[in-house]
């Protein structure tokens, strides 16, 4: 199961960032994303399509809708560079999508 | 707090085998599995397998197939993950993460990683 991220997102401090993962009927599963900087474990952000787990800033946000879930950063603080995954699975398997990097400048 | 502590470092010859470890703290064990997560360098997140602490069920990745196994030592709290006949491209950090104890879904907590190199 492919889930296709675009390489790469730039935005400037203050503004949204909106990153996109695209898979096959990806709106009937559930979809979460990882925030990973340098050198760290990957850090989950969003689960289940919308919610934030505890310690999440509120300018986190998710929604998955047709064959495309979004990761949205409102208010985008430099603190948020890093690499975004998003995820999905089903009865067999795991897919990780190849990853966004945002760029904060 | 739940934690998630890993083994060290390996380096390994082509052919051989590792096991890497990944002990738990701050939760019931048997309430949650684990599924294992590797990343070659500067590449992406690979999903290897997936364990119920509870049963011990399992799921792994079609391409790692006969090749891993998972377990789990509930007396210490500890999940496994041994990987053989390693090639040059198993060269990557391993992460174990929290994960659902039904099957695997989205994963809460991760371990530190830990660096497997694979070279002659």
């Known amino acids: 199961y492919d889930l296709i991220q675009p390489l790469s997102v730039s935005v400037s401090p203050g503004q949204t960032a909106t990153i996109t993962c695209s898979g096959d009927?990806?709106?009937?599963?559930?979809a979460c994303w990882y925030q990973q900087k340098p050198g760290q474990s990957p850090v989950l952000v969003i689960y289940r399509d919308t919610n934030r787990p505890s310690g999440i800033p509120e300018r986190f946000s998710g929604s998955n809708s047709g064959n495309t879930a979004t990761l949205t950063i409102s208010g985008t603080q430099t603190m948020d560079e890093a690499d975004y995954y998003c995820q999905a699975w089903d009865s067999r398997s795991v897919a990780f999508g190849g990853g966004t990097k945002l760029t904060v400048l | 707090q739940v934690l998630l502590v890993q083994s060290g470092a390996e380096v390994k010859k082509p052919g051989a085998s590792v096991k890497v470890s990944c002990q738990a703290s701050?939760?019931?064990?048997?309430?949650?599995?684990f599924s294992w997560v590797r990343q070659a360098p500067g590449q992406g997140l690979e999903w290897m397998g997936w364990?119920?602490?509870?049963?011990?069920?399992?799921k792994y990745e079609e391409k790692f197939q006969g090749r891993v196994t998972i377990t789990t030592d509930t007396s210490t709290s500890t999940a496994y993950l041994e990987l053989r006949s390693l090639i040059s491209n198993d060269t990557a950090v391993y992460f174990c993460?929290?994960?659902?104890?039904?099957?695997?879904?989205?994963?809460?907590?991760w371990g530190q990683g830990t660096l497997v190199t694979v070279s002659s």
């Open positions: 364990i119920s602490s509870y049963n011990g069920n399992t």
């Open positions: 701050g939760y019931t064990f048997t309430s949650y599995g």
């Open positions: 993460a929290r994960d659902d104890i039904v099957g695997p879904t989205q994963n809460d907590y």
């Open positions: 009927d990806l709106g009937n599963k559930y």
